[in-house]
């Protein structure tokens, strides 16, 4: 099996994990990046104050997003872009809970989607002071870039995974994980409702 990969990136307006702002996507293929694309997002009602603190790190203000898809109305192009691909984030456990998150809140159904996290795999690969992005996307040969920028955030972290696999000679996502003992996880199943007596 090659090297595919997509590597995902979300930026929110507040604390809540549904208020996503912009996506950044990488598509890896053969340890290749093929393809990139993002965009921003209007946060879902409910979702959409933007909290000073967020604005101060990725810049996005609500008049940004003023005319931006909904999140319905880009989830399609985010889910083909993605196709069945593992997908692989920095602290993958907040862009995936983003996605299900925001999905829930619109109520669509989010792909089971497997996953990888490459803060994990930068920590079984280099001797670092900081496992933080910019510090781990250098190690991998990927400096200078804007972070907080979800595409180009997106990018380092896809260079993190590549370079990782290199150093390891592992051909595929799951044989990085294996080499590294990590798990490439899949979703939680929902407890079935119970029903009220």
Known sequence: MPLDFTAIDFET????PASACSVGLVRVRGGEVVAMTGWLIRPPAGHDD????????????????ADAATWPEQFDRLCDF??????????????????????????????PYR??????VARKTYQLDSYRLPKAAAA???????????????????QIVID????????????LADALSLRVTTPPVAAPERAVA
């Not at 200078?144 to 896809?158: K, P, T, V, Y």
């Not at 990782?164 to 044989?175: E, L």
Request: glycine residues 6%; hydrophobic residues 45%.
């Open 50 to 65: 933007f909290q000073e603190w967020n604005i101060r790190i990725h810049g996005i203000h609500p008049s940004d997003v």
């Open 164 to 175: 990782a696999a290199r150093r390891h000679g592992a051909t595929d996502v799951d044989a």
């Open 13 to 16: 307006a507040n604390s809540s």
């Open 82 to 111: 993605a196709g069945a691909d593992v997908l692989v984030a920095h602290n993958a456990g907040f862009d995936l809970n983003v996605l299900r998150r925001a999905s829930a809140a619109t109520g669509l159904e989010c792909p």
């Open 140 to 158: 991998a040969g990927f400096a200078e870039f804007s972070h907080h920028d979800a595409l180009a955030d997106a990018r380092a972290c896809a």
């Open 115 to 120: 996953s990888l996290c490459s803060l994990q």
